[in-house]
């Protein structure tokens, strides 16, 4: 039997390993080293996480990963010249990995023992991390550091998975809300082009010549 | 009953912080890449270190390192401009940090067990490996391996614990005699400019253009 | 008593940081950056591979590696005009050391209880990990990504190895057959200049300028 979760889960490595094959190929990277960066932009951030909770990471016993991300390297070569076309459906299944790898993130921290703060910063770790990861391969400075808001979706997500469980909803129920509003805040800052201010340059109201 | 070493703590954790949120801005990250790589400045080189002794992370029971990291913050946004006149402040502030971190990573590595060498590694990882993920995500070469002498006046300080050790000296003389000998290298190294050796071209006896 | 595996452990461990202290000194890191470049690319691979086997990194109680490193400074400073010339005996170390690091990888791995897949991971990564970690730090994209076969040739190592345990071959023997596959695999890489392709850019079918 495949879960609905199991469902999300496979949406989402194979979104994550997308980008990452993606911009890999770009860069010139060779098609191990676009696997390598594709599985590493999936599985990234969850490893950080198990690593930090002293566990042992996800996928060391569980080939699904691996071999979606494999999927996911056959999926860019055949359909190479597509993917352009299919961009939204992309950012889509991405921002559903986003909201179930943010909750996957806060239960297993909490489960682990660890204060609710803790993980919030666990959950946007699994979402985001993978990312950062990448960025760091191909050599950019972290895409979401700068660009609209994502990591900080997370944030909203595990603030809202608080305030379910503290208002005495189930986990379940908890987790659908924290990742619906991972995926509405993500969705709106990409459709308004919502992003964080950035702070001005420490010389900013002197004039200056670069 | 707030003690010496949490003031030092404190001081030396906003300092690395805010040297982060600084560099990560003229990157034009915005305020949550900022501030994550603040935090990540002040603790990911105690972070590794809790790693590498298989224990779990300092700051993920404690919310205090954060909590410095958001006031770190708010003081960058606040005073903006002023931050170039306090650089001698902060200069001092990030070198206190150095000399505890670096302490308190020998400490933490000797209890888990493992030789003195060993804990003198982990002493300088404590001190200087948060600037080194800082200049990864910066997507910059770590300064500490070209700048003036940083990571090794930990070493010196490492050496120094050591000797006060085999001298019978209890562990807060040894502590202090430790962060001493950081401090007074670290600034010593600033003010006389003082560098290691690059180590030359591999071609640099032959003329050369380029 | 030094073993032939003790030997063939120094080999690989010299080449591996002489790589690194060489490319940091390019990028001009002074001596002690050369020094933790070359140390992060000698046990860097094997240090992740611990980190997510969660057992207690390698070298933390055993200085020889360290030490090995610093000869390995040491060879760099004083035999800086003659490297090049002695660019096919470092080569033909650098491969004996990743074909040893992916048998020992394979080994800690299986021995820690893990599938057989995730022991041909581990034993890429402990070989192919520490330059990857070099090439971050010194702010270039991982070479290993791009050119000819390298962390494949362990790839095939680890199959290879598969084999020969299924046939009923005692570990030794499947050990040998594993770190032969991966050196002739680079060997033959390296003297054909075999490389995996790269995927096209997404719109190369269109006419393009740059």
């Known amino acids: ?29 060779d098609l191990f080293g676009a696997y390598v960066v594709g599985v ?18 996800f996928w060391m016993d569980n080939a699904f990963y691996l071999l979606c ?34 909750v996957t993130g806060i239960e ?10 803790t993980a919030i910063i666990m959950g946007t770790l699994t979402g985001a991390g993978g990312g950062v990861i990448r960025d760091v ?18 944030v909203f997500g595990g603030v809202a998975y608080y305030f379910c469980a503290r208002l005495g909803f189930d986990n ?12 509405v805040s993500r969705l709106l800052a990409v459709k308004f082009h919502l992003s964080l201010p950035v702070l001005k340059a420490e010389d900013a109201d002197e004039p200056k010549k670069d």
């Open 172 to 183: 379940v129920t908890s987790g659908i809300m924290c990742g619906a509003v991972v995926l």
């Open 1 to 29: 039997m495949i879960t609905f979760v199991q469902v999300l889960d496979f949406i989402g490595t194979l979104a994550f390993a997308i980008s990452g094959i993606r911009l890999a190929s770009a860069k010139r990277f």
């Open 137 to 154: 391969f191909i050599n950019e400075v972290p895409l979401i550091f700068r660009k609209e808001i994502y990591a900080l979706a997370c």
């Open 108 to 117: 297993k921290t909490v489960a682990a023992g660890f204060p609710f703060w």
């Open 40 to 57: 590493t932009t999936a599985i990234g951030g969850g490893t950080m996480r198990d690593v930090l909770l002293s566990q042992s990471p």
């Open 69 to 102: 991300s494999a999927f996911a390297l056959l999926w860019v070569i055949v359909f190479r010249r597509f993917l352009v076309r299919q961009n939204n459906t992309w950012f889509l299944f991405d921002t559903i990995g986003l909201a179930l790898f943010t």
